[in-house]
């Protein structure tokens, strides 16, 4: 019997391995469920994904701050929130093989007995569906007691709403005006899966946009259409993401419209990112509950009102791996040969040039870590190789995505010139050493997905 070939998530997940972008976390343990590690090609993947989405949202605006809050906060916090009585998920349990599922992802799910199977073909039956809250519960101090829990933020909006008076005291900003943040969020999903598209600590890009409330329908449609130009802009195939608008009767307790960007993964549609409406729920509840006026006064105006949100939310693990699925490609070669490439847009990609003297001797090795060093002085990311043929090189660095190598060459020794080859065309340019770091941010500039 052959064996079936490996599917295209089973490749992006081993090559993530190997190439040193995600690690199952604590391996040597046996791992803990569908945790993950990043590593250094990773990591560097993720802070791109993160400096994209900061320098859209705050750096090029006027109108939005940024924010760090804390991921333990006063619990009233989340009672307020709602997120302690609904934030909750319906679960069901297998009466044989003791396997707990999301009762509305049962699609997603295999069965822990026979995990070719979904869950309930191992012969056991379904228990009815209970809801199961996502929140993680801790003790803060050294007294375990009911009067010492708190919880790790399953999201970092309440954050942002609990400073809204600080920020707005403090940062000469008013309605409209958002508040930015990114950081660590976590929810014990009953099924977490798909690699890194659903863990149980995962990061979130969360920003609270305040508004008049009569601006909301207005500044709803702006954020949907911007959130989803952002994708397209960073070089994801618009034709895998569309816009999914929530049918009112589903939406969450505190939600008036929510439209979800998604992205046709191997597995399926999935949610990217959450473009809600959240009304002026949060700050009127927190108000309430904490007897702080979070209200706006507006001085020219006159009027006082409890502004309206509208919040863009996403996810920074999901983001990262759609752009690793969407660059992905095994590309057939006129000659035959088969190169696996990652199409990244070059502001994503985790390298940005690789530098690679064409052989070990004759002083280009240490030509090579010249334009190294300068190539890291003016703050690319780069990465020095010297080992094996040249072509050989090239492709390892197709495989994690680098947009361009630069190779010194006899030329370079003679006349200070290196040749340019970039990843997705495979063109290779001469260039003078000193015209590089202006030719690299053209071509880093005039970047166009290719069409596979
Ligand atoms: P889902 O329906 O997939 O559970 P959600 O609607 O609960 O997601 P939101 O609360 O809107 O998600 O969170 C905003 C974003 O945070 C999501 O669009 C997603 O990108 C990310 N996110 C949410 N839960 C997870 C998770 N468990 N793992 C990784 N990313 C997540």
Known sequence: MSTPAPSLMDKIVSLCKRRGFVFPSSEIYGGIGNTYDYGPLGVELKRRVKDAWWTRMVTLRDDIVGLDSAIIQNPKTWETSGHVSNFTDPMVDCKKCKGRFRADKLDDARCPEKPSKKPGECGGELTEAREFNLMFKTNVGPVEGSGSVAYLRPETAQGIFLNFKNVLESSRVKPPF???QIGKSFRNEITPGNFVFRTREFEQAEMEFFIPPEQND???????NERFSWYVDYGIDPSKLRKYEHPQAKLAHYCKACTDVEYEYPFGWGELEGIACRTDFDLKSHSAASGKDLAYFDPESKARY???????AAG?????LTFLIDAYEEQVLPDGDVRTVLHFHPEIAPITVAVLPLVKKEGMPEKASEVDRMLRQARFTTFYDESAAIGRRYRRQDEVGTPYCVTIDGETLKSDIVTVRHRDSMAQESVKVADLEAYLRAAMRSWKRPTK
């Open 218 to 224: 207005q500044w709803y449609a702006y954020w949907v």
């Open 178 to 180: 958002g508040i930015a």
């Open 316 to 320: 920074v693990d999901r983001t990262a």
């Open 306 to 312: 409890t502004p309206w949100v509208v919040e863009p």
